[in-house]
């Protein structure tokens, strides 16, 4: 029979967030697909697992997906991990992932810690939708207009960078939109700071210590523009000839992404 590929969430910074499923997942694994396999080891050798290690990362990826595939169709067990957090959320393990697929093998997710929910859940934006961005690119430029909707937006940005890239959102939208600052997250240094971002740059810059480890950055939503509301207003009004007004703000707001309790109240108001 054929192996299963465990894709297992592991920590973000303190090895108690290991759940007992994700413990177990490793416990039985024939192999373990790390990011480092000495970041791995260190929670391996803190539950007594002693599973053989193998290296998949961004460098060798391709060729390590070959040789672990071939494993899980002879049989064995492989839990999938990263250095922190739930793999193929900018991390590698994708590539291995969608080729067990391919083969129709069991696929089997043990979920966990993933620092960019882990902020967000501490962010405080209301809303039903945001916007995963990862990491920007070295010259974010137009990467920035993708974080311009009525909707949170989350990045992941490295210690070396992290002022530059405040200082790339202050430019393009302004001191009054919020920003959340989440640095070593669940860590002994864990910090969160909820500020402008007109007031960002000055929280880094506060001590030599705000611009070390891990971070992630929450954008707050930021405002429809005018010619998205007209788009999204011509787009319920047609929805609404056929659809009741709460179904049919609910639509235009997944297609248009203007927040869908101003597109409802709008609705109101023209079936009055």
Same mark, same amino acid.
């Given at each position: 029979m054929p192996g299963t590929l465990y894709v297992?969430?592991?920590?973000?910074?303190?090895?108690?967030?290991?759940?007992?499923?994700?413990?177990?997942?490793?416990?039985?694994?024939?192999?373990?697909?790390?990011?480092?396999?000495? %970041?791995?080891?260190?929670?391996?050798?803190?539950?007594?697992?002693?599973?053989?290690?193998?290296a998949l990362h961004a460098h060798n990826e391709r060729a390590a997906t070959g040789k672990l595939?071939?494993?899980?169709?002879?049989?064995?067990?492989?839990?999938?991990?990263?250095?922190?957090?739930?793999?193929?959320?900018?991390?590698?393990?994708?590539?291995?992932?969608?080729?067990a697929h391919r083969e129709g093998?069991?696929?089997?997710?043990?979920?966990?810690?993933?620092?960019?929910?882990?902020?967000?859940?501490?962010?405080?934006?209301?809303?039903?939708?945001?916007?995963?961005a990862g990491f920007l690119p070295a010259r974010p430029?137009?990467?920035?207009?993708?974080?311009?909707?009525?909707?949170?937006?989350?990045?992941?940005?490295?210690?070396?960078?992290?002022?530059? %890239?405040?200082?790339?959102?202050?430019?393009?939208?302004?001191?009054?939109?919020?920003?959340?600052?989440?640095?070593e997250l669940s860590k002994k240094f864990e910090e969160i700071a909820r500020l402008r971002l007109g007031e960002a740059p000055a929280w880094l810059e506060a001590g030599p210590h705000r611009q070390q480890g891990e971070f992630v950055l929450v954008l707050g939503p930021g405002e429809a523009r005018a010619p998205e509301r007209a788009e999204a207003l011509r787009v319920l009004k047609i929805l609404a000839e056929k659809l009741p007004a709460a179904e049919a703000a609910k639509l235009a707001a997944r297609i248009t992404g203007v927040p869908r309790n101003e597109l409802y109240r709008a609705a109101l108001r023209d079936s009055q």
């Open positions: 297992v969430a592991t920590p973000i910074g303190n090895l108690a967030d290991a759940s007992p499923r994700a413990i177990e997942a490793l416990r039985s694994a024939d192999l373990v697909a790390c990011e480092d396999t000495r %970041t791995s080891r260190t929670l391996l050798a803190r539950h007594g697992i002693a599973a053989r290690t193998v595939l071939r494993a899980l169709l002879e049989g064995s067990q492989v839990a999938l991990v990263t250095d922190a957090g739930t793999p193929g959320v900018s991390d590698p393990g994708a590539l291995l992932v969608a080729a093998l069991r696929v089997v997710p043990v979920p966990g810690p993933n620092a960019a929910i882990t902020a967000y859940s501490a962010a405080g934006f209301a809303g039903d939708r945001f916007l995963f430029g137009k990467a920035l207009e993708d974080l311009a909707g009525p909707w949170p937006a989350i990045l992941y940005e490295a210690p070396h960078r992290v002022l530059a %890239t405040v200082r790339a959102l202050l430019a393009r939208f302004g001191p009054e939109r919020e920003i959340v600052l989440a640095r």
